[in-house]
């Protein structure tokens, strides 16, 4: 089963713009988790936010989250070429426990 | 600082073969996992490991078992492999169970069952 969804699947941008990606979930949670994906590599941990936050920033990236809504939004800030990879995000629909994760959004960013 | 190691990188399997995929971590993390990555899909929960002795069932664990062999170690095992198994594994671990907690991935088993 899949609670987080990411949107768009994929997305491609040019140096130096701003890069959002999206991810709605379907039952209330108590955390949510934002990670990255190198080509041929495991996931790497980002960010995690809390269900009582709205906003959390590390270095270029911002994370908000509406529980109203049930949607959490990545911001990558003057994306560089490192910045490509696949961004999934990852709830736990009021468990606690386990994570659920979405399939991801590939983001390539163009030189 | 290692993280999570997993072993093999690569490995190619005829149906009906068995084997084990390794994972140590050496982070002194209680919990541990194996999750298993088909394209277009999220991740996946197999089997986790909470602490030391315990497992439990994830999401999808038929055809599969595991062993948490002490902290450091946690196993999981194809008794008889079917081409549905093929797929990337990865095994993360956490410093306790819970959903605040970060997970640190190893790099993943590529598994083709023929």
Same mark, same amino acid.
């Given at each position: 089963?899949?609670?987080?969804?990411?949107?768009p699947?994929?997305?491609?941008?040019?140096?130096?713009?701003?890069?959002?990606? !999206?991810?709605?979930?379907?039952t209330?949670? !108590? !955390?949510l988790q @934002?990670?990255?994906?190198?080509?041929?590599?495991?996931? $790497?941990h980002?960010?995690l936010?809390?269900? !009582?936050?709205?906003e959390?920033?590390?270095?270029?990236?911002? $994370?908000?989250?509406d529980t109203s809504?049930k949607?959490?939004?990545l911001l990558?800030t003057?994306?560089?070429a490192?910045d490509t990879?696949s961004?999934f995000?990852?709830?736990?629909?009021?468990?606690n426990?386990?994570?659920? @994760?979405?399939?991801?959004?590939k983001?390539?960013i163009?030189? | 600082?290692a993280?999570v +190691?997993? +072993?093999?990188? %690569?490995?190619?399997?005829?149906t009906?073969?068995?084997?084990t995929?390794?994972?140590?971590?050496?982070?002194?993390?209680?919990?541990?996992?194996w999750?298993?990555q *088909?394209? &277009?899909? &999220?991740?996946?929960?197999?089997y986790y490991?909470a602490?030391? &002795?315990?497992t *439990?069932? &994830?999401?999808?664990?038929?055809?599969?078992n595991?062993s948490?062999?002490n902290?450091?170690? %946690?196993?999981?095992?194809?008794?008889?492999?079917?081409p549905?198994? +093929?797929s990337v594994? %990865?095994?993360?671990?956490?410093? *306790?169970?819970?959903s605040n907690?970060?997970?640190?991935?190893g *790099?993943g +088993?590529?598994?083709?069952?023929?």
């Amino acid at each position: 089963s899949q609670q987080g969804e990411e949107d768009p699947q994929a997305l491609s941008i040019q140096e130096g713009e701003n890069a959002t990606m !999206n991810c709605s979930y379907k039952t209330s949670i !108590n !955390n949510l988790q @934002w990670y990255r994906q190198n080509s041929g590599r495991g996931l $790497v941990h980002l960010i995690l936010i809390r269900s !009582n936050e709205r906003e959390k920033h590390s270095g270029r990236l911002r $994370v908000t989250l509406d529980t109203s809504k049930k949607s959490s939004s990545l911001l990558i800030t003057a994306s560089r070429a490192a910045d490509t990879a696949s961004y999934f995000c990852a709830t736990d629909a009021g468990s606690n426990y386990q994570l659920i @994760w979405g399939a991801g959004t590939k983001l390539i960013i163009k030189p | 600082n290692a993280g999570v +190691t997993q +072993t093999p990188k %690569f490995q190619v399997l005829k149906t009906g073969q068995s084997m084990t995929l390794q994972c140590a971590q050496d982070m002194n993390h209680n919990s541990m996992y194996w999750y298993r990555q *088909d394209p &277009g899909m &999220g991740l996946r929960l197999i089997y986790y490991s909470a602490s030391e &002795g315990t497992t *439990d069932k &994830g999401e999808v664990p038929n055809g599969y078992n595991v062993s948490r062999l002490n902290k450091r170690e %946690f196993s999981l095992r194809l008794e008889s492999a079917a081409p549905s198994q +093929t797929s990337v594994y %990865f095994c993360a671990s956490s410093e *306790d169970r819970g959903s605040n907690q970060p997970q640190h991935f190893g *790099d993943g +088993t590529r598994l083709s069952i023929l």
